[in-house]
């Protein structure tokens, strides 16, 4: 029983493990795969429209089809220090429309929350960061491409898959191995107790043969009364009425 509780909390642990890996995983692939609503819209700017200046940045709002032409027409205005006429549509399916623009940094949060209470969604463009106090090594600000936000977004969700295909495989293995093991012990442990059982009702010293018996599904019923039938003569004279078998008998339920 020690053993098999061991399996049991070590399995628990592994399959907890395995299931927030394949939970990272769906989120990655939500966000590269799914609607505007949940993705990173970084991935839908192209390169040569991302403004990243010590002052300057680009971002994305989505919003509802339905609200596009509200949002051509309250943008700019929404917060001060918007750069007009900057909003442009880079990517749409059946529900949202993505459009790209320009803005002070100063007013980023500013401008998230205005549009938050209008239904509309700002993001952040990945690639558009300033590193430090937004100056390089010479006290210049510096501006990181988006190009390679877009492969390491993808290198991360091809090494998570990865990972996840390997964890399940080790877990495969290892569960082949952990029912073998705890399968033996709960034949062990079925073998004891026939033995007492066995004891216990036909008394000392112990004369009984136990006997295991695979039946096809279809006969059960039928090998049980001819077993009844047959050992009828120890004790199962109550089987009819009670349900007692003059046998001793345990099942095996091993065909999950």
């Given amino acids: 029983m020690e053993t098999v ?3 049991d909390e070590e399995l628990k642990v592994k399959g907890t493990e395995f299931a927030q890996l394949k939970q990272q995983l769906g989120g990655l692939l939500r966000k590269a795969q799914g609607s505007l609503a949940v993705r990173d819209v970084s991935t839908v700017v192209p390169d040569g429209m991302v403004v990243s200046t010590e002052n ?3 971002m994305v709002c989505v919003v509802p089809k339905t609200s596009a032409d ?24 059946a529900d949202y429309a993505a459009f790209a623009f320009v803005l002070f940094r100063r007013v980023d949060d500013e401008f998230k929350k205005e549009a938050r209470s209008r239904g509309f969604q700002a993001k952040d463009v990945a690639g558009t960061e300033l590193r430090g106090e937004g100056q390089d090594a010479e006290g210049e600000g510096e501006q990181v491409g988006i190009a390679s936000t877009r492969t ?33 012990s709960w034949i062990h442990v079925t073998s004891i107790r026939l033995f007492v059982e066995s004891v ?7 004369q009984f043969l136990p006997v295991l018996i695979k039946p096809n599904a ?4 039928e090998l049980r009364k001819v077993l009844s039938s047959t ?26």
């Fill in 152 to 184: 390491d977004s993808a290198a991360r969700i091809q090494k998570l898959q990865a990972e996840v295909e390997n964890k399940a495989d080790v877990l495969r293995r290892w569960c082949l191995t952990s029912y073998a093991e705890s399968f033996s």
């Fill in 200 to 206: 216990l009702r036909y008394g000392l010293p112990p």
């Fill in 56 to 58: 300057l940045k680009t």
């Fill in 231 to 256: 050992f009828a003569a120890h004790g199962g004279h109550h089987y009819d009425e009670e349900g007692v078998l003059p046998f001793v008998h345990l099942e095996l339920d091993i065909e999950e």
């Fill in 70 to 93: 509200e949002w051509r027409a309250s943008y700019e205005t929404l917060t001060e220090y918007v750069v007009p006429r900057s909003s442009v549509l880079v990517e749409e399916d």
């Fill in 218 to 221: 279809r006969y059960e019923s």
């Fill in 5 to 7: 509780q061991t399996l």
